[in-house]
């Protein structure tokens, strides 16, 4: 299966990583079934299309999967595949003539195209983001602000922490639901500048830290990027729900080495 964008960059990341840690493993292959297929009818290129499809492994789950080509002799690729959280209940999506609906629903609380800056309003902010009030604080959410929570751990009283999270330079992909709401895939870049008190071994990071940055020993500060898939409903009435989630640590830059 070929990849591109987030979905390449998340995946080409973890396999360094598993490789140069586990190189006696085999890779962990993901398989799909059930598959229903959402190809919307769009005049301009990149062409994409959607898939939901049972995802087999432990636990049994459902996904969903873009399929994007940048032209009418390109290859079909995954850009993005999320898999929904726990307990969560997957809209009907709309067809009209047998094809998926793209585009932005009118009147809902969050419009799609701005749904991805909100979120990451939310991811920065929590409870005191003025997002608060139209997206709900979701599985995915919570775990990723827990994860930033420890980073200021590391960072320590007197370190310093600079975080960011910003929408990817693309737009997302929008799907209408049978109730008049919006299915929006889209992708969030988080990156983040460590300056703890004092000086650090890179392996406090991680080890994929040290994998993904080349280098090992005594480092001043830390910067990463990590890229956040999700795909969230925006129904026609109420807060903005994320559905699925798949992400992961892309890049990492251990600077300032003690010798």
């Given at each position: 299966?070929?990849?591109?964008?987030?979905?390449?960059?998340?995946?080409a990341a973890r396999y360094k990583v598993?490789?140069?840690?586990?190189?006696?493993d085999k890779a962990a292959q993901s398989?799909?079934?059930?598959?229903?297929?959402?190809?919307?009818?769009?005049?301009?290129?990149?062409?994409?299309?959607?898939?939901?499809?049972?995802?087999?492994?432990?636990?049994?789950?459902?996904?969903?999967?873009?399929?994007?080509?940048?032209?009418?002799?390109?290859?079909?690729?995954?850009?993005?595949?999320?898999?929904?959280?726990?307990?969560?209940?997957?809209?009907?999506?709309?067809?009209?003539?047998?094809q998926a609906v793209a585009g932005q629903?009118?009147?809902?609380?969050?419009?799609?195209?701005?749904?991805?800056?909100?979120?990451?309003?939310?991811?920065?902010?929590?409870?005191?983001?003025?997002?608060?009030?139209?997206?709900?604080?979701?599985?995915?959410?919570?775990?990723?602000?827990?994860?930033?929570?420890?980073?200021?751990?590391?960072?320590?009283?007197?370190?310093?922490?600079?975080?960011?999270?910003?929408?990817?330079?693309?737009?997302?992909?929008?799907?209408?639901?049978?109730?008049?709401?919006?299915?929006?895939?889209?992708?969030?870049?988080?990156?983040?500048?460590?300056?703890?008190?004092?000086?650090?071994?890179?392996?406090?990071?991680?080890?994929?830290?040290?994998?993904?940055?080349?280098?090992?020993?005594?480092?001043?500060?830390?910067?990463?990027?990590?890229?956040?898939?999700?795909?969230?409903?925006?129904?026609?009435?109420?807060?903005?729900?994320?559905?699925?989630?798949?992400?992961?640590?892309?890049?990492?830059?251990?600077?300032?080495?003690?010798?």
């Amino acid at each position: 299966m070929y990849e591109t964008g987030s979905m390449l960059a998340i995946d080409a990341a973890r396999y360094k990583v598993d490789s140069r840690l586990h190189p006696r493993d085999k890779a962990a292959q993901s398989s799909y079934g059930a598959a229903q297929f959402f190809i919307p009818r769009l005049a301009a290129y990149p062409h994409w299309f959607v898939v939901q499809a049972t995802r087999t492994g432990h636990p049994r789950s459902t996904s969903y999967l873009v399929f994007e080509r940048s032209s009418v002799v390109g290859g079909w690729k995954v850009s993005l595949a999320v898999t929904a959280l726990a307990g969560t209940k997957l809209p009907r999506l709309a067809t009209a003539r047998g094809q998926a609906v793209a585009g932005q629903p009118r009147g809902l609380t969050v419009l799609p195209d701005r749904l991805p800056a909100a979120h990451a309003d939310l991811l920065a902010k929590g409870s005191a983001s003025s997002s608060f009030e139209r997206l709900r604080l979701d599985q995915a959410t919570t775990r990723l602000r827990a994860q930033d929570e420890n980073q200021r751990i590391v960072a320590g009283a007197t370190g310093l922490l600079q975080l960011s999270y910003q929408p990817a330079p693309l737009k997302p992909y929008v799907l209408q639901t049978s109730d008049g709401g919006a299915l929006v895939l889209y992708v969030i870049t988080a990156v983040s500048d460590l300056k703890p008190k004092t000086v650090f071994a890179g392996v406090e990071g991680g080890a994929a830290i040290e994998v993904l940055a080349g280098q090992s020993g005594i480092f001043r500060s830390l910067n990463q990027t990590r890229m956040e898939q999700f795909a969230a409903w925006v129904p026609k009435s109420g807060k903005a729900r994320v559905l699925a989630y798949e992400g992961g640590l892309t890049a990492a830059v251990l600077t300032g080495r003690i010798a």
